[in-house]
């Protein structure tokens, strides 16, 4: 049994206390804020984080999700539709944060502290000491999954300056009725809007564009919407949750998954854009590679996670590209409509990625 500590208390950083802990590890989590814990996400979950997240005991019901077949691409009046392989779910932030705190709380073997302030992190020979107050508490292993703007990979020297142009997040809710079981993704130049049901009365909308091609600011909402008229007819604003967040931008990522006793996980890791929705799947499946492997994590576990964060890197790339030139979307909405049986292979290929390496 081995005592390891978690920085951050995500979905990701929640996930991967409990499969340690299920392998009977002592597991301390120390999260700034306190549970349950929102953030600005699309709220979308793919088909294989959801197979994951019901393993551990997660349940999805119309009470508190949605479930969602297909993703649906529209430009002006074109209309591009992929089937998911499987059931996705949209779900609230709050709500996969308060299921996830509740397993972890239940775990003997977990201990989860809140509002905790962690003051300096050191490595040792063999281990790890991190500072809180006036305690100096040590641990064999430590997990970072305190997101994008990781602390810890900033504290510990191994955050490195991505190369593409950054990236700004934003989301707001409706108290609308569902018009599709699909995620809609709408495309203007720069900038897309998703629609997320995330249960049978609300959906949310977020959006992401590139930092210089829009000015943030006063009115950003509008400013955002009016690149979407065929959506913006569909929302009444007197509807809205009046819950308009940003985030980002999206600037840095860690050099390496592992270094000594130390892991990066989730968007500590490696958060390039929300456009392919699978930040939790993606961070779901390394934590699996490693939390199944913790006791011979090795070169091949690190070949896998490359592989799959490389798979990560093309399909974010491919669909950047996409966002800034309406040139490869025009092709691309083209080619994959007129081939729509390869179309959904592909798309089931990208979430189900790792099966090609087990
Ligand atoms: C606009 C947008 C849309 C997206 N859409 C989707 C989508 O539809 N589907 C999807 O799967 N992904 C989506 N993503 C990505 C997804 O939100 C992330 O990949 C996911 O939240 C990563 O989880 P995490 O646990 O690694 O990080 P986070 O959710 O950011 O959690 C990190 C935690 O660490 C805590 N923390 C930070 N610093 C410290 C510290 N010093 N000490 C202790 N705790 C700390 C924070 O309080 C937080 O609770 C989207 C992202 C954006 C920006």
């Known amino acids: 049994m081995k005592n390891l500590a978690i920085i951050g208390g995500g979905p990701i950083g929640l996930y991967t206390a409990i499969k340690l802990a299920k392998r009977g590890h002592k597991v301390t989590l120390f999260e700034k804020r306190s549970w349950p814990i929102d953030k600005v996400c699309g709220q979308g979950i793919m088909p294989s ?13 119309p009470f508190n999700s949605f479930t969602l077949n297909s993703i649906e691409y529209i430009e002006r009046n074109s209309i591009l539709r992929g089937n ?49 107050g006036p305690n100096i508490l040590e641990f064999d292993f430590i997990f970072a999954c305190d997101g994008l703007n990781s602390w810890t990979r900033k504290n510990t020297g191994h955050s490195k300056k991505r190369i593409i142009p950054s990236r700004i997040g934003a989301r707001i809710h409706y108290d609308i009725a569902p018009w599709s079981n699909s995620v809609q993704v709408y495309w203007s130049d720069s900038i897309e809007a998703y629609v997320t049901p995330i249960s049978n009365k609300t959906i949310e909308v977020a959006f992401l564009w590139f930092k210089d091609s829009i000015e943030s600011g006063a009115n950003l909402k509008s400013k955002l ?12 604003e007197e509807k809205s949750l009046n819950d308009f967040k940003g985030y980002g931008p999206f600037d840095e990522v860690s050099s390496s998954i592992s270094h000594k006793n130390l892991f990066f996980l989730g968007d500590a890791y490696h958060f390039l854009d929300g456009i392919t929705g699978e930040g939790i799947s993606l961070g779901i499946k390394a934590s699996n590679i490693i939390t ?11 070949l896998k996670i490359n592989f799959l964060y490389m798979n990560y890197w093309i399909w974010t790339h491919l669909a950047l590209l996409m966002s800034k030139s309406p040139f490869t979307r025009k092709i691309i909405f083209f080619f994959a409509k007129r081939n729509k049986y390869l179309f959904n292979y592909i798309l089931k290929l990208n979430d189900l990625n790792l099966a090609l390496l087990k």
């Open 49 to 61: 984080g959801v197979d994951n997240l019901i393993n551990i005991g997660m349940t999805f019901t």
């Open 292 to 302: 199944d492997n913790f006791d011979n994590f090795g070169i091949k576990e690190k």
């Open 225 to 236: 919407l009016s690149h979407f008229p065929l959506l913006r007819e569909k929302l009444i």
């Open 84 to 132: 998911l392989h499987g059931p996705a779910v949209g779900t609230k932030r709050t709500e996969l944060s308060e299921q996830l705190f509740n397993i972890a709380s239940q775990n003997p073997h977990i201990t989860l502290c809140p509002e905790t302030k962690i003051d300096s992190i050191n490595e040792k020979e063999d281990s790890y000491t991190l500072t809180i």
